[in-house]
Every structure is written in structure tokens, then in C-alpha cells.
């Protein structure tokens, strides 16, 4: 089964900078990859979806690539802000149209 | 109002209880999904239902059954409750009407305790 293994569970950034949440799969490469952020004491909302044929796909401060040979997918937050902060989760397809989702990042931006 | 509501929102119990977590959607979906969230696991799946008529097994649906009541409603039972299952449960719908890809809509989850 396909396993994610998402960066250090916790990063914390400076506002203003530019950082990266990297997500890793480990079996066969899905067809897609989406990203979601979650909010302490909430459900995770969907960000963005990258299909295997698009190297990057963005929205608004947000980017994402997607590497199939290293098996990687890439989340850029630029010009981060304190309302940044939170956990984010990266989800792949799997078996009978699931998904099977990482452990998430928890990012913390300082003012 | 929320489009995938989740009762109760905490609940702490004990061991050997049954515990009933209910989830309704107002968004029309037809698919529908129970996760469960642990420190450092993320979110594993418990069971999944594509229609009324459709109840499938997750990752880890030992010690959990679930019942489609209606397209709006999917409840998750733990019938004879253990601390293991302390965590926080997660319920979903996604819209089949599109390709596979369609995202998952999240409630706001339920803290459950056992003690």
C-alpha cells in the first residue's frame, strides 16, 4: 500500500518568508496529489490538486510541484503570514477510489 | 451553517461502552467516509459508503461498524468501546459527479475519550 511521509512534523518561519513542506510517496505514482490545510479543532479543507502531467500548479500565495521520478511533491507558501499557520496534509489516491493521506506539517509563522 | 455536521463534538466515556458518532451533509454528496486522527499516523480510514446501499471496509475497521441511513446520514458505532480509540474522528463526502479526483469535505470532527 502506498505509504506518505511528510518534513518534520513541526517548522517554524519567520513572517514574510518563503518555505517548503515536502511530501513523499513511496509506491507507485498516482495519477494526482492534493494538499490540504487543517486548523486546530477543525476538519481539513482542500487547497489544490496537481494532476502527474502539470509540474506546477498555483493559488494565490500557494505552489505546488510535483516530481513522479522523485517521487515528491513540493508546497511553497510565499510572503507567509501568522494566518498561515497550521497543519498541512498531502493526500494520493488509492485503492477503491480512496485517498490515503500523510501525517502533515505543522507550520507556525512568527510574527 | 456547516455542510458536514458531526455529533457529539466531544465525548469522553469509558470502557465497554457502545458510543454512537453521527455525521449528516447538506451538501448532496453520495459518498461518504469515517477517518480516525492520531498524533503522528494522520488520517486512516475506517469505512466508506458510495451509496445507501454501499458499506465498505477501511484500513481499520476492527472494532467499529457503521450504518448509511439515509444519502445525509452515516454514523459510526464502537460497540463495546477500549482506550485504544481514544482519538479524533473524522467524517467526509466527495462528489462522485466529476472525475475521481473530486476533493473530501471534512467536518469539524469528534474528540473522543475513553477511559
Known amino acids: 500500500s502506498q505509504k506518505i511521509e511528510q518534513n518534520s512534523e513541526a517548522l517554524n518561519i519567520q513572517e514574510g518568508k518563503t518555505d517548503t513542506l515536502t511530501c513523499n510517496y513511496t509506491?507507485?505514482?498516482?495519477?494526482?496529489l492534493q494538499w490540504y490545510r487543517q486548523d486546530p479543532g477543525r476538519g481539513p479543507v482542500f487547497l489544490l490538486l496537481?494532476?502527474?502531467?502539470?509540474k506546477e500548479k498555483r493559488k494565490e500565495r500557494l505552489k505546488v510541484t510535483f516530481d513522479t521520478t522523485l517521487k515528491q511533491s513540493l508546497f511553497h507558501i510565499t510572503a507567509s503570514q501568522p494566518a498561515d499557520s497550521a497543519t498541512y496534509l498531502c493526500?494520493?489516491?488509492?485503492?477503491?477510489?480512496?485517498?490515503?493521506f500523510g501525517p502533515g506539517t505543522r507550520l507556525s509563522v512568527l510574527p | 451553517d456547516a455542510d458536514v455536521t458531526q455529533t457529539p463534538r466531544n465525548r469522553i466515556t469509558k470502557t465497554g461502552k457502545r458510543i454512537m458518532l453521527e455525521c449528516s451533509q447538506t451538501?448532496?454528496?453520495?459518498?461518504m467516509y469515517w477517518y480516525r486522527q492520531d498524533p503522528g499516523l494522520g488520517l486512516r480510514l475506517i469505512y466508506y459508503?458510495?451509496?445507501?446501499?454501499?458499506?465498505n471496509k477501511g484500513e481499520i475497521s476492527d472494532g467499529y461498524s457503521v450504518s448509511r441511513q439515509a444519502q445525509a446520514k452515516f454514523s459510526l458505532s464502537l460497540e463495546s468501546a477500549i482506550p485504544n480509540q481514544t482519538a479524533l474522528y473524522f467524517c467526509?463526502?466527495?462528489?462522485?459527479?466529476?472525475?475521481?479526483?473530486?476533493?473530501?469535505?471534512f467536518g469539524d470532527g469528534t474528540r473522543l475519550s475513553i477511559l
Open positions: 496537481i494532476r502527474e502531467n502539470e
Open positions: 451538501k448532496g454528496h453520495d459518498r
Open positions: 459508503s458510495f451509496d445507501v446501499k454501499d458499506i
Open positions: 493526500a494520493l489516491p488509492s485503492y477503491g477510489q480512496n485517498f490515503v
Open positions: 467526509a463526502t466527495s462528489n462522485p459527479g466529476g472525475p475521481s479526483d473530486q476533493p473530501q469535505h
Open positions: 509506491n507507485y505514482s498516482p495519477a494526482y
